[in-house]
């Protein structure tokens, strides 16, 4: 199984869904599509590197799109460059930002990788031949909550401390994000009978095997 997680900024993914980036046995891909030089924190290029030393905790490949920051739309140019990559990469599931999220250039990302999803698999006159994914899973939106209500759960607890490796790559956010997900994650967590949580939306239902359905979890 492949995954191409796409954020607008270098510790949104990390924050989203690093507990399903820090799982074994999938093929993983991070997809930075600007720099973060936005930040009041660090610089684009010091966040770089962060971003290339998480990857390394999480062993996924990374790719930068280099977006300077509040340029992040779903222009025609930048849907193509990502179909290409969606398609080079042939993931079966992306993971980005939820579309009620507060942060512009998150949003932007949001819209960028929906139009991307449904294009991939279109007929789109490119060299690569069409590639469908199987779902587009939606994280949590860190900046502003707007009441995201998830459509499941992932228990991460047995890969929380990789997560927060992860995340302390990022050393220049660190303050700033490791309080937000030890909140989030504890909470769903909890509602959810697991210690440790990170929540989703799916674009399309998920498919559950019966075996699966009540392994752990579950009030
Ligand atoms: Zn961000």
New binding site residues.
Partial sequence: MKILAI???P??VEMGCGGLLAMDGISKHILHLSN?ETSKYADGKTRKKEAEAAARVLTAHVHFFDIPGRGITADEKTCLRLVALIREIRADFLVTHWEMDG?P??RGAHDLVRKAFFLSGANVDMDASPWKCRNLLYFHPF?SGYGFTPEFVLDITAVYVKKLEALRSHRSQESFALPQVDAVSRYFGQNSGVERAEPFRAEFPLVVNPGSLFITGGQ
């Fill in positions: 954020g607008a900024h510790d949104d973060g942060h250039d998150h900046s």
